[in-house]
């Protein structure tokens, strides 16, 4: 099972962005590669702050993780189990070290140097019906997406030396000051295209049709966000692809109603069904059920189907099915009809009795909800 984010960087769930950011630098100084070398341990801890940091520092991201925990990043959200790569942790956060380590670990570290460039992020639509939001599916989508053309060569830069960054020597007042700064010729990578094939742009890239498969797990909610790590699009040079943000949309269903992870149905049935009972069939995410109406059966009355609703996405169960019975009034009533109810009027048996089982709308409403 996955540690908590907030014991990962030891702070409190109210912690503020600001507390956030000290923490996870506190720890990220401490498990650092250069100051542990050849510890896979203190390597460990080190992208798990970073995994932590990555999610909690985004209010969106920790709005979700507070409210579904892993689950809301399983299915290739968050990290896809496989947690961050030290290209990930350097080239998303390694402006939080100031210059703490110089040049850095892999070339991406610290306040210059060469870096690693991460690729933009693509974003997409992806609606659900109920019963793939039920029961999870895999989806392939057709993305389009920029890819290293096939025959693009890269040269060292020549205006940095392949350093991604240009120092200057200034004699002051005050003695020698070196400054240095991100080489404008190649962006800070070192390197410059040689060679590209004539149909890609200029920095060697093609855009390309590719289809990709998403596994979204089972009770995710309209409106989250999942990600496909490393299918946006590529970064030139030895750069790392970007991600693919896939939004959840939820389709409306014709018969069934969600509310968290409970479903809502409705069953019509008709008054002599309510007075001598019946048994129905209705419809739920899992397919087909038969249910019994007991005899005497009141408009209003909720049946609940337990684990016939959605699956918690934080593991906590399945929701339940609330069957809500409506016996129909008829609206017009031939002469016989009419004479019959006139005659069963001032009968006791269609006199209305309630009895202690026979909730309140506001008993009723109390119940669905617990």
């Known amino acids: 099972m996955k540690e908590d984010y907030y014991e990962i960087l030891e702070i409190s769930k109210s912690a503020s962005a600001a507390e956030i950011k000290k ?24 992208k798990k702050a970073a995994e932590a940091y990555e999610v909690l520092s985004d209010p969106n991201k920790r709005s ?17 189990g496989g947690g961050m790569n030290m290209d990930d942790i350097f080239s998303q956060f390694g402006d939080i070290f100031g210059g703490a380590f110089g040049g850095g670990f892999g070339g991406g570290f610290g306040g210059g140097g060469r870096r690693t460039v991460k690729g933009s992020n693509l974003r997409i639509r992806v ?26 060569t890269y040269k060292t830069c ?27 010729a190649c962006g800070g ?29 089972a009770g995710v909610v309209d409106g989250m966000q999942l990600k496909v790590s490393g299918k946006g699009n590529d970064a030139p040079g030895n750069g790392i692809p970007g991600d693919l943000l896939v939004a959840i949309e939820e389709k409306p269903h014709d018969t069934l109603q969600r509310e968290g992870d409970n479903l809502h149905y409705d069953l019509y049935i008709s008054f002599s069904e309510a007075a001598l009972g019946t048994s129905k069939e ?70 209305p009795k309630p009895e202690k089982e026979d909730k309140s709308f506001f008993e009723k409403v109390k119940d669905m909800f617990s």
């Open 127 to 152: 609606q659900l019906t109920l019963e793939e939001i039920a029961n999870g599916v895999e989806k392939k989508i057709k993305v389009k997406r920029k890819k290293l053309a096939q025959g693009t």
């Open 189 to 217: 990578l070192g390197q410059i295209v040689d060679s590209k094939p004539a149909n890609a742009d200029a920095e060697g890239m093609l855009v390309t049709e590719e289809t990709v498969s998403i596994k979204i797990p």
């Open 282 to 351: 209705i419809e739920t995410v899992t397919g087909k059920v038969r249910i019994k109406i007991d005899s005497g059966a009141q408009s209003g009355k909720i049946l609940r189907l337990r684990n016939k609703g959605i699956p918690s996405i934080n593991g906590y169960g399945t929701g339940d099915l609330l069957v809500h019975v409506n016996v129909w009034t008829p609206k017009s009533l031939s002469k016989e009809q009419k004479d019959f109810f006139e005659k069963m009027s001032d009968d006791a048996h269609f006199q």
């Open 23 to 46: 923490a996870y630098r506190k720890k990220a100084l401490q498990y650092h590669p250069d100051k542990n070398p050849g510890d896979h341990e203190a390597e460990a801890m080190f």
């Open 64 to 80: 979700r993780y507070d409210q579904f925990g892993h689950r809301a990043f399983d299915g290739g959200g968050g990290f896809g």
């Open 158 to 184: 020549s205006t940095c030396n392949g350093q991604g960054q240009v120092t200057r020597i200034q004699n002051t007042i005050l003695g020698r000051m070196q400054t240095s700064a991100t080489c404008s």
